[in-house]
């Protein structure tokens, strides 16, 4: 098992103590450092920044929107941040949901699994750097001779000579199809919310797309990074009652009331009449009633939470379901300490 150290996205400001993680993460043995976006702090720069001062750890973005960038673009930002950091980087993508990206992004949300087809070739044919890029579309045409288009368009290689052409693609997936898509056409899958309770279905979605004719991997070599809270402590209840108002956030106030993808992954995990009374709650403003009616076994699903050696056996447990990464926050450098002594101590 191996650990990866989630960073996020900023709240109304940079944390203050980010420089502080990413350097303990390092030397306690952390395999890797994420960062996010939504619609603020951006997933490749905080990367760039504070992964410049590191040597070993892979540098992610958990995940980068396709929305913010076309494909070209991204391709860039991947084939930069990977010379720069000498062969570190980890492109991980994502479809984010319709409420930003049509709200932020001002782009449609239709064909989310076909946009994402498209827009991953596109990134590959630019990491290959074996002919000039082109795609027929219909999401991304290159080159672009719809309407406006003055039909002088031509196809290129990027100047730059990317490091690695098989620098790899993760997907951010929590859907059955954006599964089997994540097995089929990437080298690993963000797993945002994983149920130990849900491996067996997860694992016969991965086993589909990997048995598609053109899927790049297998089991063997394919990549699960699973976005866990895990905290080794001996007052759980404390732990468990700090959770509740982010799952109340992402249940209840994520994305649009109708169209919630973390909401519908819950609701596929048994908790639909909770997910409804949180929703209800959260929309009406009454957000501490909201966290409140977020029941312990819905926390401690997709969280691990307990004493050391309780840690150590639950995250055993995942990696016999197929995890391969925890992607984790971190509050401090002490909690640092204390997960790679539990999690990475025996490996």
Known sequence: MKLGLQLGYWGAGPPGNTAELVAEAERAG??????AESWGSDAFTPLAWWGSSTERVRLG???AQLSARAPAACAMHALTLD????????????????QVVEGWY?????????????YVDIVRQVLAREAPVRSAGPHYPL???GPGAE?????????????RSDLPIWLGAEGPRNVKLAAEIADGWLAIYFSLRLAEQYNAWLDEGFARPAARRGRGDFEVAASAQIV???DPRAEIDRMRPVMALYLGGMGAE?????ADLFRRMGYGPVIDEVTALFRAGRKAEAAAAVPDELVTEIAIIGSAAEVREQVDAWEKAGVTMMLVSCRDTAQIRTLATAVLAEN
């Open 30 to 35: 952390f395999d890797a450092v994420f960062a």
């Open 61 to 63: 973005t958990s995940v």
């Open 83 to 98: 010379h720069l950091s000498n062969g570190r980087a980890i492109l991980g993508l994502g479809v984010s949901g319709p």
């Open 106 to 118: 001002g782009a449609p949300f239709g064909k989310p699994l076909a946009r994402t087809r498209e």
């Open 143 to 145: 080159p672009f001779e």
């Open 151 to 163: 039909g002088l368009g031509k196809p290129l290689k990027p100047i730059v000579h990317p490091l």
């Open 232 to 234: 080794v402590t001996d």
């Open 258 to 262: 109708q169209r919630n993808f973390h």
